[in-house]
């Protein structure tokens, strides 16, 4: 079956065809950066990145892009001193790159600020005056809801439903307006605040409003029709909504092909906002849990379904991971310094049968002991992330692997080409859900293309060089008899959060559990 997915313009899944068969175009929605990302935010990026995952893994490229709102009324009003504005958009864009490089998600092929799109937006604001789709009243110029017939098709807001405050993002003045769900495309600056010339004496020097910048910039950066566009579903209305009814007046119907909207994170079933005083950062979320458990918590649950989140929850989750990654832990141990695997990493592909021996299966492990348990994983792996990148499916068909591969005697399989297979099989497919935990020297061609965060080392865990050494000062104090010595880094490491587990092939060490 072709991948399905379900566009939230049709309310309905539909097969996934791009313009062009191996390249798909993605425009997703940043942040407004008044304030770095916290985890709601961050199951967001999460799902979009584990999107990109799998249509790589299926063949595909992707061009990606992201915007970042970088002038806005809750930027100005966050800024203090000497810090103006500009001061606030780059620090919480800088901080915004830097946790994303911590959760593992891979870059954008692009990354886009609206002030650096400001002509473009006057262009598409002036081409829609012309076209009766805009008006100005006292310097600002504002969207007249009413020419546009297909207004409310993607959300089911329709006009007549419309109250005073459609346009999202401040307090509105009804008596200025055509109709209440009219909204704002250009906004006059007060004194002191950023501004740009507009070249016109009735439209007041200012700034863009929300919705124009993202229709500019992504026809700007993907021409007048792409295939996906997405954010979070708090952009379904009115932001997407908004944006539909300015591009296609000007690019002709349908603008974007498909419309994915993944959930909200929740706290105990309370919207996480900054406003409410909810928020957890990625500092908090990353100094208790590694960057696998987190992004394996977000991929177990359908994107389309709100994600409950609570500690507890999380670390719940954790401890089913933690059989799936014990699993991968004792695979490397038994193929760690194994001779040829790192200088050969090339030759496992000529194990496989010759009608597979192609790229386009570089992914079917099916060499050795395993393959028929392998076979089924895959198939329903697949056939899982096919359905609108059903990942709970996806997600059980990865713990019956690893328990028909404890039944069918993984532990205590001497054969290293089969034990190498399922190793890779492991990786690979976690490494489409986000969670990329495998090791250089056993998978080189899987870490080229993972997005490791800067100062870590291969494995993507941070630190394992001072951990190695210390369990190499542990084994050597038990081969002394030096117990003491040996205890005492055992509690220091325990004291750290590390937990270690002696095995007849040497300390097993594990972090956040």
């Known amino acids: 079956m072709p991948l399905q997915l379900h566009n939230t313009l049709t309310k309905r899944k539909e097969p996934f065809e791009p313009a062009h068969p191996k390249v798909v175009r993605i425009y997703t929605c940043g942040l407004t950066t008044y304030a770095p990302m916290h985890i709601g935010h961050a199951r967001t990026y999460c799902f979009w990145d584990l999107f990109r995952r799998y249509l790589e893994y299926g063949g595909r490229h992707v061009v990606s892009v992201i915007n970042y709102t970088d002038v806005d009324d809750r930027i100005i009003g966050r800024a203090q001193g000497s810090e103006g504005p500009v001061d606030v958009a780059e620090r919480n864009i800088a901080t915004f790159r830097r946790d994303c490089r911590k959760l593992h998600i891979k870059d954008y092929s692009a990354y886009t600020r609206a002030t650096d799109f400001v002509d473009e937006q006057l262009d598409m604001i002036g081409q829609l005056e012309k076209k009766g789709h805009a008006y100005a009243v006292g310097g600002e110029v504002l969207y007249q809801v009413e020419t546009f017939p297909h207004y409310g098709q993607l959300s089911g807001n329709t006009l007549a439903a419309q109250q005073v405050g459609a346009s999202g993002r401040v307090e509105e003045d009804a008596s200025r307006k055509r109709h209440p769900a009219d909204f704002g495309l250009w906004k006059p600056a007060k004194p002191g605040e950023p501004s740009w010339p507009t070249g016109r004496s009735d439209w007041h020097d200012g700034r863009p409003g929300w919705h124009i910048e993202c229709s500019a910039m992504s026809t700007t950066l993907f021409g007048p029709h792409f295939d996906i566009h997405g954010g979070g579903v708090d952009n379904l209305f009115p932001h997407h909504e908004n944006e539909i009814a300015q591009s296609e007046p000007l690019c002709g119907h349908p603008w974007v092909r498909y419309w994915l909207h993944p959930e909200h994170l929740d706290l105990k079933d309370v919207k996480m906002s900054k406003s409410l005083g909810n928020v957890i950062g990625i500092e908090e979320l990353?100094?208790?849990?590694?960057?696998?458990?987190?992004?394996?918590?977000?991929?177990?649950?359908?994107?389309?379904?709100?994600?409950?989140?609570?500690?507890?929850?999380?670390?719940?989750?954790?401890?089913?991971?933690?059989?799936?990654?014990?699993?991968?832990?004792?695979?490397?141990?038994?193929?760690?310094?194994?001779?040829?695997?790192?200088?050969?990493?090339?030759?496992?592909?000529?194990?496989?049968?010759?009608?597979?021996?192609?790229?386009?299966?570089?992914?079917?492990?099916?060499?050795?002991?395993?393959?028929?348990?392998?076979?089924?994983?895959?198939?329903?792996?697949?056939?899982?992330?096919?359905?609108?990148?059903?990942?709970?499916?996806?997600?059980?068909?990865?713990?019956?692997?690893?328990?028909?591969?404890?039944?069918?005697?993984?532990?205590?399989?001497?054969?290293?080409?089969?034990?190498?297979?399922?190793?890779?099989?492991?990786?690979?497919?976690l490494a489409v859900l986000g969670v990329e935990i495998a090791e250089a020297a056993l998978y080189p061609e899987l870490i080229g293309d993972y997005a490791l965060p800067e100062a870590t080392n291969a494995s993507g865990r941070g630190g394992d060089a001072a951990l190695d050494r210390l369990l190499a000062m542990r084994t050597a104090a038990r081969a002394n008899k030096d117990f003491a010595k040996a205890d005492a880094i055992r509690n220091l490491l325990t004291e750290a959060g590390v937990a270690l587990e002696d095995t007849p092939a040497g300390p097993r060490w594990r972090v956040g559990e």
């Not at 050969?344 to 492990?365: F, M």
């Not at 591969?405 to 034990?419: C, F, N, R, V």
């Open 286 to 429: 990353l100094s208790r849990h590694s960057h696998d458990e987190v992004r394996w918590f977000y991929a177990a649950q359908h994107y389309r379904a709100k994600l409950p989140f609570s500690w507890e929850l999380l670390n719940q989750s954790c401890q089913g991971y933690a059989r799936i990654k014990k699993l991968v832990t004792i695979l490397a141990d038994k193929l760690r310094g194994v001779e040829g695997i790192e200088s050969s990493p090339g030759s496992y592909a000529s194990q496989r049968p010759i009608d597979e021996q192609v790229p386009r299966l570089r992914h079917r492990y099916l060499h050795g002991a395993f393959s028929r348990q392998t076979s089924v994983f895959l198939d329903r792996f697949i056939a899982a992330m096919d359905d609108d990148l059903n990942t709970p499916n996806a997600v059980a068909a990865m713990f019956d692997y690893v328990s028909a591969l404890y039944a069918g005697g993984i532990e205590q399989a001497t054969d290293l080409g089969s034990a190498l297979a399922v190793y890779r099989t492991l990786s690979r497919h």
